[in-house]
């Protein structure tokens, strides 16, 4: 009823509006009010639900409740250096409801081929040679995610998500790939994922040839810290999928099954 008295005035007649709303703050002082309303804002928040109401009805459902935004930067140079090895792994949990970033996952990786981060590499990136020395090695960054996955509820078989990358480098050559060179299983999550530059162009109606410079640029978006930074790239991506999911668009798979 308080519902209908707050959303429905155009459906009731004034005088019984009126009449109705006097009741109601005769059973329930404003206090109360206040107080139901935050017992359920609460409720909303524990179950990942933190955004407002009108916020998460203000665009279409969609089918995922979780994306995994994520960006590699790997080891490079020109000509470029064989094999490369991921020096930089993020991933943002985006809530498919609220498409809002609910938790992060970010390291720097230990190269081993190649251990010694080259100029261009660093210039690129802007990751030094101390970012990297001494941190985990793929292997153990693997375990690490999936330890995170699990304690965020994302392998919970109930829980659709999906990988989000810019483009099909990251899920489709880097990590498989590296993994192949070191002998190490891919987990299936990372077998299916949503290229956001076919996203944006199925939105738009144009290809982002410059990926996120003109996928910022297409929205009228401000990009958000410096290219080429994982962690940074990330931000930008999840930043472009809530304007498109704002604009009405419904993220699907991308990728083809391996």
Request: proline content about 7%; aromatic content about 10%; some cysteine.
């Amino acid at each position: 009823m308080i519902a209908l008295l707050h959303t429905g005035a155009a459906k009731f007649p004034p005088d019984l509006l009126s009449r109705s709303r006097r009741a109601v703050s005769l059973l329930f002082p404003a206090g109360v009010l206040e107080g139901f309303r935050s017992i359920v804002s609460r409720k909303l928040a524990s179950h990942g639900f933190g955004a407002s109401m009108a916020a998460m009805s203000s665009f279409p459902p969609q089918r995922y409740h979780y994306f995994l935004v994520l960006d590699f930067e790997a080891t490079c140079d020109k000509p470029q250096i064989h094999p490369q090895e991921i020096i930089e792994f993020p991933i943002l949990k985006l809530n498919g409801r609220t498409m809002e970033i609910e938790s992060t996952f970010h390291m720097y990786v230990q190269p081993v081929v190649h251990p010694q981060l080259t100029p261009f590499c660093t210039e690129l990136t802007g990751i030094i040679q101390g970012m990297v020395d001494g941190q985990p090695s793929l292997q153990q960054v693997l375990e690490r995610v999936d330890e995170w996955m699990a304690k965020e509820g994302l392998l919970d078989p109930s829980v659709k998500s999906i990988f989000v990358t810019c483009g099909d480098w990251d899920l489709k050559v880097m990590l498989p790939g590296q993994c192949q060179y070191l002998g190490l299983p891919v987990a299936d999550y990372f077998k299916q994922w949503i290229n956001l530059k076919k996203a944006y162009s199925f939105a738009m109606g144009s290809w982002p040839k410059n990926g996120l410079l003109d996928m910022n640029k297409g929205l009228n978006l401000q990009h958000i810290g410096r290219p080429h930074s994982g962690i940074d790239d990330c931000k930008n991506i999840a930043n472009i999928m809530k304007t498109l999911a704002h604009r009405g668009f419904i993220f699907k798979q991308t990728s083809k099954p391996f």
